[in-house]
């Protein structure tokens, strides 16, 4: 049985005196709070909040993360500890809702705070709730989403059923919250068209922040069909765990799922492989620890977020753009953006297939709504180049806007070769820019949410 957890939105304005500034500016802070376990009044109750600040003139921070401690009975407080960037320094915002009988509204709708920077207090202010325009969105804003206990495991087992012309792919790609590197590991089975045995190879490529990615590859080596994963000579995969080899480099890392499988095509596609190809996500999002060697070191990595995903298809797209964007907060957006390689469909312009994991839920509920459309609402549509690509749509009441810049000196060109013997070159990035916008209609467009990702988003354009 799986629990239930609680999340909600919390909208709160005010205003701030920095230090050393004569005048107070106004404030605004957006939070998403997460609860793994049921909110109850009586008990405390510690939350995880991500967000955005925004300090007229001075700061506006789209990615805050920080902790609400939810107390009203048994400590009397619901108190506010997060940090957020002001023009390049670290802030940490603290402050509580002091809980009173005699003035319960007063109490529960006033924070008075402190702004602190490494230790030493450099601002206050108090934000307040607006109770008359805000009560009723923050009440309607309530999830109880069931949080099931992540398992990538069942994902990771071989497709390949011995047909030939078939491809199967395991990657998984990184960034390294320290050094701002990316990382990237591919690991494959070709089934040759011809009948031949099928091979295993793959490759690691790193994308340092000050200097230009490098790669090196590995295999191709007999494919032996383990149960659990993907082996080839001393590269492995297994449930929680990524080992291997290629050229200078070498990798021991530990994977923790941190949400459920997303299924970026339909789902029936991945259990009946009627498509050209199939994509998922074992898990939305995960955790990875451990180190990587390469040529100029080694890097060491602690809780790095990322993804693993897998391909089961006949080989590659004529051309396709890719995005796996890490939001924050638990939350997701994935890409894929296709032209098929069968006679007749590679006329077609791109077919989309987008996920937005957001609070619990993926948008557009189904996958095939973003590549055909229906009930009114036009295709998804892609703009695939480089170094900028673009994805925009509209699915029921939301629309959104999908920017992606992969930076030349930052992107990696490696070539694939299908199980027909034809040829692919795709251009990876795993330190892209990406901007993304999100709308809602209430009567016209207006903003629902936006993120912006510099240096942390892995995409890929490929053609042929």
Known sequence: MTARGTLFRETMRGRVRLAGEAADRPVRLDLLARCD??????????ARLTGRVRIAGRADDPRITGELEIS??????????????????????????????????TSLTVLPYTLYEDGAPVGAGT?????????????????FPRAPRPDAGPHLAPRWDGTPGRTEVWYTTLTDPASGSGLWLHHEVVAPHD???????????????????AHARFGPTPWTGPADGFTAGDTRIAPGHLTGSAGPFTWALTEQPQGPPLHTFPRWSWRRPRLPAAHMLPATRAHYSGTVRHAGGELRITAAPGASARIYGH???????????????GDVLEIVAAVPHRRGLDRLPPLVFLRLYRDGRTWPRRA????????????????????????????????????????????????????DGSTAVCRNSERADADIHLERWWGHWRPEAAWRLSGTAHAEVGDR
């Open 37 to 46: 376990g049921l909110l109850l009044p009586h008990r405390t109750t510690r």
């Open 368 to 419: 095939e709504r973003t590549a055909v459309g229906w009930a009114g609402a036009g295709r998804f549509r892609a703009d695939i180049g480089l170094p900028r690509w673009r994805v925009r749509g509209r699915a029921g009441l939301r629309r959104i806007t999908v920017t992606v810049t992969q930076p030349p000196d930052a992107t990696l060109a490696l070539g694939y070769t299908d199980p």
């Open 195 to 213: 009948g031949t045995p099928a091979y295993a190879h793959g490759w690691a490529a790193l994308f340092p922040k000050d200097g230009p990615p």
């Open 127 to 143: 934000l307040r709730f607006p109770l008359v325009t805000g009560l009723l969105p923050f009440l309607a804003g309530f999830r």
């Open 72 to 105: 009203p009975l048994a400590r009397r407080r619901i108190r506010y500890r997060l940090g957020f960037d002001l023009e390049g320094r670290r802030l940490l915002l603290d402050g509580w809702k002091s809980v009173s009988a005699t003035r319960p509204l």
């Open 315 to 329: 080989g590659n797209a004529r051309r396709w753009a890719w995005l796996h964007a890490d939001l924050g907060g």
